[in-house]
Each structure stands twice: as structure tokens, then as C-alpha cells.
């Protein structure tokens, strides 16, 4: 049994038997807790402050998930490196990500473990980047410059609700919110703001594939159902 199926008490024996590729699908790491969190932060930081002060090299152009590139050049590297780029003209893109990753990301960690959070970002970070790339390609939006942590920061955050169903968020250090009730909440903003075309030049489309793709992965991986596993 998997260690978050163990901590959502989900007894696997009382199921069918898995065929073989699922048990190799949902085989556990073993746990360790390496602090990868801090680690990514220390990253992005890096990536952010090379951005303002090495302004000379093309680290956006080739670090951001650009359609055109990925196509014409087989940049297929900028599908994990955008997440690990911020816009340089403003500190509050990162700032807002980062401080969401910490927040939520480890205690998610402590959770999960390290090997399990590392695969659980990067899988819901990449797929947010391919399913953005087939929305820009679909709309004609082949130069854009996808970067941000954000459709890993969903997932991240859709976990810490199935994980910690009971926590409360003080939005804006004032209103206390349940953590499924405020994750749900900024989806359905997200879903609004995509729709009506009221975000500006948000991704919203990315972060709605993160936090649905984290989604798939508790559902395929787990076994667990988020929504259950919010309503515990």
C-alpha cells in the first residue's frame, strides 16, 4: 500500500487486484524527505536573478515554452524549463509563486516524500506545458513565451487540499477558509477568467491543466479520489 493511500486510509486489499502495470504504476518510492522544495525555490531564484542581470543572454528566449521553437528548433526541453522562468519586469510573479510553493509545497513534500512530490511536479508542470502548447498551436499563438511555476503550484496546491482536507487558509491573512474550499475556489476564478477573457495575459489555461492533471495523478498513481479525499 502506498503511503498517501495509507494516510487517506485506503484499504487496497479489500479491491480487486491490480494487473501487473498498474502495481508497476503505483509501486511506492521509498521515503525520504530531502527538503526538494527549497531547492526548486533556490532555482527559480537563480533563474530570476540571471534574468535581470544578464540581460545580454537569451536565457527567456531559450528557458520559456515558445510553440514556434518547440516546433521549428525541437526545443522540447522549454516543456520543463518554463517552469523555472518568471517574468523579469515584474518581482511579483515569482514572489506570488514562490511563496505558494512554500506554503504549500512542503508540506505536501512531508507528505508524499521527496522522490514522489519531485516525480508529482514535474509530471503535472510538463503536462501543463504540453497541453498549453497544443492551446496556442490550436489559436494560432505559435510566438508566445509561456514561463512560471504556476500550473505546478495547482497541482501542488490540489494536493495539499486531498492531504489536508481539514487546514485552514487565512486568504488575505483575514477570511479562514477550509484548503479544499479556497483550491476549489481559485479553479473556478481561473475557469471564469479563462472563459471570459478577463485575465489579461494570465495562463490560465496552464494553470487549469495543472490542477487537472494533478487530478489524473492522484486518481492513476494513488488510487484516490480527490474530491473524496477533500470531502474526508
Request: proline content about 4%; overall charge positive.
Amino acid at each position: 500500500m502506498n503511503y498517501v493511500q495509507k494516510m487517506l486510509r485506503i484499504d487496497l486489499k479489500a479491491k480487486k487486484s491490480y494487473p501487473c502495470s498498474m502495481s508497476l504504476i503505483r509501486r511506492p518510492f521509498r521515503y525520504s524527505n530531502d527538503n526538494i522544495v527549497y531547492i526548486i525555490i533556490a532555482i527559480n531564484v537563480l533563474v530570476y536573478i540571471a534574468e535581470r542581470f544578464l540581460k545580454n543572454l537569451p536565457i527567456i528566449t531559450y528557458l520559456s515554452m515558445i510553440p514556434l521553437a518547440v516546433i521549428g528548433r525541437g526545443w522540447i526541453w522549454q516543456f520543463a524549463t518554463y517552469m523555472f522562468v518568471h517574468d523579469p519586469r515584474s518581482i511579483t510573479h515569482i514572489l506570488f509563486n514562490m511563496f505558494a510553493l512554500f506554503m504549500f509545497g512542503r508540506q505536501v513534500e512531508w507528505k508524499m516524500g521527496s522522490r514522489e512530490f519531485l516525480l508529482y511536479y514535474f509530471f503535472t508542470g510538463i503536462m501543463a506545458g504540453v497541453f498549453s502548447f497544443a492551446v496556442y498551436l490550436f489559436t494560432g499563438n505559435a510566438l508566445v513565451f509561456l514561463m512560471g511555476a504556476s500550473g505546478a503550484i495547482f497541482a501542488v496546491q490540489l494536493a495539499f487540499a486531498a492531504l489536508f482536507p481539514d487546514s485552514i487558509i487565512y486568504l488575505w491573512g483575514i477570511l479562514p477558509l477550509r484548503a479544499p474550499v479556497m483550491v476549489l475556489g481559485f479553479t473556478a476564478v481561473e475557469l471564469i477568467l479563462m472563459i471570459t477573457g478577463l485575465g489579461g495575459n494570465v495562463a490560465h489555461a496552464t494553470h487549469l491543466a495543472g490542477f487537472g492533471f494533478g487530478w489524473l495523478y492522484f486518481l492513476v498513481r494513488f488510487g484516490v479520489n480527490p474530491w473524496k479525499a477533500m470531502r474526508r
